[in-house]
């Protein structure tokens, strides 16, 4: 998987209010989501991004709740994955369950900055940063969760257990 | 070399002697747990998987508890639709308004959580059960799903991070300040993927209710869980709650840590986090003049018997600032009834507070107390994000009971010294 797409670039500690309203939590549909997208964190995200583009950040991105609603709303709104310095552990754990990709870069989530063009290659990690002519690469993910991401995220995994368990 | 309490307990329940940080285990789960908000995507996750059932009626727990009573209809859809789940799923553990109490005042109370147990809960605060010494965490929705479904769940075995606590709390300090403070002192990710352990004697002389407002707030570190070795205080707690049988670890002397910090608790004063992060705190003396439209007294974090008592000792005989809306939120229908038993309920009718049924509402701006925009709340909750309580434009100081109540009092933040 190969993702192409224009920066928008965040701070430290972007909590999961930020990324979605509680206000908003009173239903998962992920299109309804999408339309609140960051919106305290920046009321006209969702006007500005088109499909595809990349949210960059620094560290403890997706800090605070459990709430899958924040990848969920990330990915229904178009966003095509997200690189940061760091991420919050649950947030780690939806976005792979989610399929929502994720890519951990101290080095890249310096060195980028707000309107770049990044190609991402989700198979080495490699991140081009095409505005800037300079490469980053992200920690690989262990190899079971390569197993869950390969499969399609966790409920493609835990049906292939039931049944042979069965 | 040994083993800490989190390792012990994930080996335990992945069967094997040994766990090493950052193996990956199966660990199964003695139960999983999801509120009003988590359940319905969980359910609809748990239909994709092809079970019927869920792995066990008894340990899959459902509390519908942030937008209840239902606050809007698109709320009330989500509470049904996991009202109707535990009905055909036939759960013994569905705890339906009239009965259901915040779910992380509730589980211990009810004796469902227990030492030494492995809990996965759709709820970052989850790992208020740590105060139990047990392995408790927060995960997504479909994590969950799986859980409801196999009974067990992948983890990555957590360094442990040590805190211990030296010498004796100053009057009104308590464990929501020494966790404020430690958040302070770490950071919002200080404690990043690793489990939390707090030791010492000031821990030791904390009560259960302390210690949990304590692990509560592990999360607010980044850490996966909060542990607090369970002592003869623990024991004493959930013996006469238990319903089956438990196991009461400890970390070996020769445990590795990947740090450790000490604290002399005795110089540590009432704390404040200020807005927009729970690690912007500071002693009450230095919170200058901040003026104040709303206290909240209530959440996971400090809904107990305890936290109440605490506040109705600082507002009896007094009544609140004119321009303070306060609103007490007792966690569970027992901390309610025990409340009304000691006479605290008149002492906070009497000082013109509201008091609410058990519900998260107002601590994620759900509803039960929303500020407008430029309003300033001082909450015993956890969390003092941007809008966390309402407009993107509010402010949510977070404090124990004792600076929440003496607050209230004076219309602006100050410590109960202010007003006694």
């Given at each position: 998987?190969?993702?192409?797409?224009?920066?928008?670039?965040?701070?430290?500690?972007?909590?999961?209010?930020?990324?979605?309203?509680?206000?908003?939590?009173?239903?998962?549909?992920?299109?309804?989501?999408?339309?609140?997208?960051?919106?305290?964190?920046?009321?006209?995200?969702?006007?500005?991004?088109?499909?595809?583009?990349?949210?960059?950040?620094?560290?403890?991105?997706?800090?605070?709740?459990?709430?899958?609603?924040?990848?969920?709303?990330?990915?229904?709104?178009?966003?095509?994955?997200?690189?940061?310095?760091?991420?919050?552990?649950?947030?780690?754990?939806?976005?792979?369950?989610?399929?929502?990709?994720?890519?951990?870069?101290?080095?890249?989530?310096?060195?980028?900055?707000?309107?770049?063009?990044?190609?991402?290659?989700?198979?080495?990690?490699?991140?081009?940063?095409?505005?800037?002519?300079?490469?980053?690469?992200?920690?690989?993910?262990?190899?079971?969760?390569?197993?869950?991401?390969?499969?399609?995220?966790?409920?493609?995994?835990?049906?292939?257990?039931?049944?042979?368990?069965? | 070399?040994?083993?800490?309490?989190?390792?012990?307990?994930?080996?335990?329940?992945?069967?094997?002697?040994?766990?090493?940080?950052?193996?990956?285990?199966?660990?199964?789960?003695?139960?999983?747990?999801?509120?009003?908000?988590?359940?319905?995507?969980?359910?609809?996750?748990?239909?994709?998987?092809?079970?019927?059932?869920?792995?066990?009626?008894?340990?899959?727990?459902?509390?519908?508890?942030?937008?209840?009573?239902?606050?809007?209809?698109?709320?009330?859809?989500?509470?049904?639709?996991?009202?109707?789940?535990?009905?055909?799923?036939?759960?013994?553990?569905?705890?339906?308004?009239?009965?259901?109490?915040?779910?992380?005042?509730?589980?211990?109370?009810?004796?469902?959580?227990?030492?030494?147990?492995?809990?996965?809960?759709?709820?970052?605060?989850?790992?208020?059960?740590?105060?139990?010494?047990?392995?408790?965490?927060?995960?997504?929705?479909?994590?969950?799903?799986?859980?409801?479904?196999?009974?067990?769940?992948?983890?990555?075995?957590?360094?442990?991070?040590k805190f211990v606590y030296n010498g004796e709390?100053?009057?009104?300090?308590?464990?929501?300040?020494l966790?404020?403070?430690?958040?302070?002192?770490?950071?919002?990710?200080?404690?990043?993927?690793?489990?939390?352990e707090f030791t010492g004697e000031a821990i030791r002389n904390l009560?259960?209710?302390?210690?949990?407002?304590?692990?509560?707030?592990?999360?607010?570190?980044?850490?996966?869980?909060?542990?607090i070795e369970?002592?003869?205080?623990?024991?004493?707690?959930?013996?006469?709650?238990?319903?089956?049988?438990?196991?009461?670890?400890?970390?070996?002397?020769?445990?590795?840590?990947?740090?450790v910090r000490e604290y002399d608790v005795?110089?540590?004063?009432?704390?404040?986090?200020?807005?927009?992060?729970?690690?912007?705190?500071?002693?009450?003396?230095?919170?200058?003049?901040?003026?104040?439209?709303?206290?909240?007294?209530?959440?996971?974090?400090?809904?107990?018997?305890?936290?109440?008592?605490?506040?109705?000792?600082?507002?009896?005989?007094?009544?609140?600032?004119?321009?303070?809306?306060?609103?007490?939120?007792?966690?569970?229908?027992?901390?309610?009834?025990?409340?009304?038993?000691?006479?605290?309920?008149?002492?906070?009718?009497?000082?013109?507070?509201?008091?609410?049924?058990?519900?998260?509402?107002?601590?994620?701006?759900?509803?039960?107390?929303?500020?407008?925009?430029?309003?300033?709340?001082?909450?015993?909750?956890?969390?003092?994000?941007?809008?966390?309580?309402?407009?993107?434009?509010?402010?949510?100081?977070?404090?124990?009971?004792?600076?929440?109540?003496?607050?209230?009092?004076?219309?602006?933040?100050?410590?109960?010294?202010?007003?006694?």
């Open positions: 998987m190969r993702f192409e797409g224009k920066v928008w670039k965040f701070g430290k500690d972007i909590d999961t209010d930020l990324i979605i309203p509680a206000r908003y939590l009173n239903t998962s549909d992920p299109a309804e989501l999408a339309k609140h997208c960051m919106e305290d964190a920046d009321k006209e995200f969702v006007n500005k991004i088109s499909g595809g583009d990349i949210i960059v950040a620094d560290k403890n991105f997706g800090c605070g709740s459990s709430r899958e609603h924040a990848p969920i709303a990330i990915k229904a709104a178009g966003i095509s994955c997200v690189v940061a310095k760091s991420f919050a552990r649950i947030f780690y754990r939806n976005s792979i369950n989610i399929g929502l990709p994720i890519f951990e870069s101290p080095e890249a989530a310096e060195a980028i900055q707000e309107g770049d063009t990044l190609v991402v290659d989700a198979n080495t990690g490699v991140i081009k940063n095409l505005t800037r002519g300079e490469e980053y690469v992200a920690a690989p993910f262990p190899e079971f969760m390569q197993n869950l991401i390969a499969k399609g995220g966790l409920i493609n995994y835990v049906r292939e257990k039931v049944k042979d368990n069965a | 070399m040994g083993m800490t309490l989190a390792e012990k307990i994930l080996a335990a329940h992945a069967g094997k002697d040994k766990v090493v940080p950052g193996e990956l285990i199966n660990s199964k789960l003695d139960a999983v747990l999801a509120n009003d908000i988590t359940a319905p995507v969980a359910i609809k996750e748990f239909a994709k998987i092809g079970v019927e059932k869920v792995f066990d009626k008894d340990r899959v727990i459902l509390v519908p508890d942030h937008f209840t009573p239902n606050k809007d209809i698109q709320s009330a859809e989500q509470s049904k639709m996991v009202r109707e789940f535990a009905r055909k799923q036939e759960l013994t553990q569905y705890f339906e308004v009239g009965r259901m109490g915040i779910e992380h005042v509730l589980l211990h109370e009810q004796g469902l959580v227990l030492p030494g147990d492995v809990i996965i809960g759709a709820d970052s605060h989850t790992c208020t059960y740590g105060a139990l010494g047990a392995f408790a965490t927060g995960v997504g929705s479909t994590d969950l799903a799986a859980g409801m479904a196999l009974g067990e769940t992948w983890f990555k075995v957590p360094e442990s991070m709390l100053s009057k009104w300090v308590g464990g929501k300040d966790i404020l403070y430690t958040i302070g002192d770490i950071g919002v990710d200080g404690a990043l993927y690793r489990a939390m009560s259960m209710d302390g210690r949990f407002s304590m692990s509560n707030m592990a999360i607010e570190a980044g850490g996966k869980c909060g542990l369970a002592d003869e205080k623990t024991i004493a707690y959930v013996e006469s709650r238990a319903k089956r049988p438990y196991k009461v670890y400890q970390s070996d002397a020769d445990a590795q840590y990947v740090e005795s110089k540590i004063e009432l704390q404040v986090a200020f807005p927009h992060l729970p690690e912007n705190t500071r002693g009450v003396s230095e919170a200058g003049h901040v003026q104040i439209d709303q206290v909240i007294i209530g959440s996971c974090t400090n809904g107990r018997i305890e936290d109440l008592r605490i506040a109705a000792e600082i507002l009896q005989g007094k009544t609140v600032h004119p321009y303070v809306r306060t609103i007490v939120i007792p966690g569970s229908q027992q901390v309610w009834l025990q409340a009304v038993k000691e006479g605290l309920m008149e002492i906070f009718i009497n000082a013109n507070v509201a008091v609410s049924t058990p519900t998260c509402g107002p601590c994620l701006g759900g509803h039960m107390g929303i500020l407008a925009a430029g309003e300033r709340a001082v909450a015993t909750t956890n969390r003092n994000f941007v809008g966390r309580m309402g407009h993107p434009e509010s402010e949510v100081y977070l404090a124990g009971p004792a600076v929440a109540a003496a607050s209230a009092i004076t219309g602006r933040i100050v410590g109960p010294e202010g007003v006694l």
